[in-house]
């Protein structure tokens, strides 16, 4: 078959290896790192990727050739965990954050997630639209083009069904694709103080089966924490999107362990999120039950903790993660995946293998993408990202910058 187009001389081509399942334990060791090698395209899906000149079969006087000498490429980055649609923003919690104000206090004192409910509520769709569509755009340049992102800063229904109909409609819009997720459990609004089993019952009764028949969400996820959703509370959601037809997810072991993990395995969650402070056990039930710890390094930074996830001792137990910014206004106000990325390996001593494979295959498989994205095997989406380094090292450890060149998504080159 003839290329559309065949990107050329790169010096390192990352290619993660689709094993049919998440790379679990010493496999996220694996992955297969080719050097001077060329990509082709044809139709926007990868036709052949290898080594040294591209076998003159790929070619005919139609084929474009694009040379990427001294370059570094790896799948499209794909950014498994966001709250991306949200009014305002929370500077005016910084101060209190640097004084050591804990972030569940800001919580409990209606700030924190609250405080963005009100901007949130107060955001018409078009500004809502227009603000994720920067962020998404933030991320495409920094080399991310499949990103999962939730609801949850509504609360109400009319708030929640604006934010996923925002996702739903930028996911036609914007280049990235999107996956949305319904978090109408992120928090305990303000009307419903004290009285979060009937909130519960307003998620399950009401707000579940219309963000199903509407179609407007694929997974559904629950904040599991200390003063917001107990563990019983937590698989209640759960259990009740689950026989509505959801996938799941859960925010568990973020700030303190009260269960979230359990909650997963019992649910059947396709991945568990944070786990900053999960046990041994809770460990050990994951890599059991193949649940992918999601994993947000940069809210841990952000929040000015020392409890990373024990990213390490998770593959060492044989669990498959996944690395991810959780964009957000308040635990984690970045877009820059290269930065959680960079975090992966400065604070938790992944290998720049792990590293990527955290991001490319394992990645796809969080958000139920692995048939089309996230590995360079042929007959998947062509999204590429390219980086201004000649290896995979040095992308990893010059950091806090945008080190992207270019950007393909289904073959077009969409970021230069
Ligand atoms: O994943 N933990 C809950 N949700 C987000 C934070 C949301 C916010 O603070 O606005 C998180 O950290
Ligand atoms: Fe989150």
């Known amino acids: 078959m003839i290329a559309d187009k065949i990107l050329v001389n790169f010096q390192q081509i990352f290619c993660p290896i689709d094993m049919g399942h998440p790379l679990r334990g010493a496999d996220m060791n694996e992955a297969t790192i080719i050097e001077k090698g060329y990509i082709a395209i044809k139709d ?13 079969k ?11 000498t001294g370059k570094f490429a790896t799948p499209g980055l794909i950014d498994c965990h966001t709250h991306l649609v949200y009014g305002g923003s929370r500077e005016s919690e ?22 963005t409910v009100k901007s949130t509520r107060a955001a018409s769709f078009e500004k809502l639209h227009k603000k994720t569509a920067g962020l998404l755009d933030e991320m495409l340049i920094h080399g991310v083009t499949t990103v999962e992102a939730k609801s949850g800063y509504g609360l109400d229904w009319q708030t929640e069904q604006r934010q996923l109909q925002v996702l739903k409609e930028l996911n036609k819009d914007h280049i990235i694709d999107i996956t949305a997720t319904f978090m ?81 395995t019992e649910v059947g969650a396709t991945s568990a999120e944070h786990l900053m402070v999960i046990s041994e056990k809770g460990i050990e039930q994951l890599s059991k039950a193949n649940i992918i710890g999601n994993l947000l390094p940069g809210t841990t930074f952000s929040l000015m903790e020392s409890t990373y996830a024990p990213a390490k001792k998770m593959i060492e137990k044989g669990m498959a993660i996944t690395l991810t910014t959780d ?25 720049p293998t792990q590293v990527y ?9 969080s958000v139920c993408r692995n048939k089309t994205v996230g590995s360079f095997d042929v007959g998947k989406n062509a999204d590429i990202t390219i980086f201004n380094a000649s290896n995979i090292d040095y992308t990893l450890y010059f950091f ?17």
Request: net charge negative.
């Open 44 to 56: 926007g899906k990868i036709l052949a990727v290898g080594q040294g000149k591209p076998d003159k």
């Open 58 to 68: 790929f070619m005919n006087a139609n084929t474009e050739i694009i040379d990427y």
């Open 94 to 115: 910084f101060a209190q954050k640097l004084n050591g104000v804990p972030y569940l206090d800001i919580l409990a004192a209606g700030g924190g997630i609250l405080n």
């Open 184 to 264: 109408g459990a992120h928090a305990i609004p303000v009307e419903y103080k004290d009285q979060s089993e009937e909130f519960i019952d307003l998620i399950i009764e009401e707000m579940l089966p219309e963000v199903k028949k509407e179609n407007l969400a694929e997974f559904c996820d629950v904040f599991c924490e200390t003063g917001v959703f107990t563990a019983e509370q937590s698989k209640r959601v759960l259990q009740a999107a689950k026989e509505l037809g959801f996938k799941l997810r859960i925010h568990a072991d973020e700030i303190d362990e009260i269960g979230g993990t359990s909650v997963a």
């Open 327 to 351: 964009c957000n206004p308040g635990s984690c106000p970045t877009a820059n995946l290269q930065f959680i990325m960079q975090l992966g390996c400065l604070m938790q001593q992944l290998t």
């Open 357 to 365: 494979n955290a991001v490319t295959i394992n990645a796809a498989y």
């Open 400 to 416: 806090a910058t945008n080190l992207v060149n270019e950007v393909y998504k289904n073959g077009e080159l969409v970021v230069q």
